[in-house]
Nanobody
């Protein structure tokens, strides 16, 4: 299993931007479909973006389409989430996760006890 470490969270005003990074180690990164998830207090964890291991497919949650961009750099074993035009409702703990040879469907239905998960990074958007 690949190990994942997120970074880049913080406090930002509404309309601002943040870029989250998720560094992978201990596995063959290029075999992993990667996703970004978020969980706000009192809410279910949800998948906001995903990119397949072959980069042939991308997924974005409707609420973030046009504002968030997921990308991956195989040379750095890192997946990114560029978040623009942030809104207070984007406030949550953001997690990255990976599943070997997963599909978009795998990521959108991923359980917490399946795949590899990072420890999370807090994103707070003030109004």
């Amino acid at each position: 299993q690949v190990q994942l470490v997120e970074s880049g969270g913080g406090l930002v005003q509404a309309g601002g931007s943040l870029r989250l990074s998720c560094a992978a180690s201990g596995g063959t990164f290029t075999r992993y479909t990667m996703g970004w998830f978020r969980q706000a207090p009192g809410k279910e964890r949800e998948c906001v973006a995903a990119i397949t291991w072959g980069r042939e497919s991308l997924y974005y949650r409707t609420s973030v389409k046009g504002r968030f961009t997921i990308s991956r750099d195989s040379a750095r074993n890192t997946v990114y989430l560029q978040m623009n035009s942030l809104k207070p409702e984007d406030t949550a703990v953001y997690y990255c996760a990976g599943v070997a040879f997963g599909t978009i469907g795998t990521m959108t239905s991923l359980r917490k006890d399946f795949g590899s998960w990072g420890q999370g990074t807090q994103v707070t958007v003030s109004s």
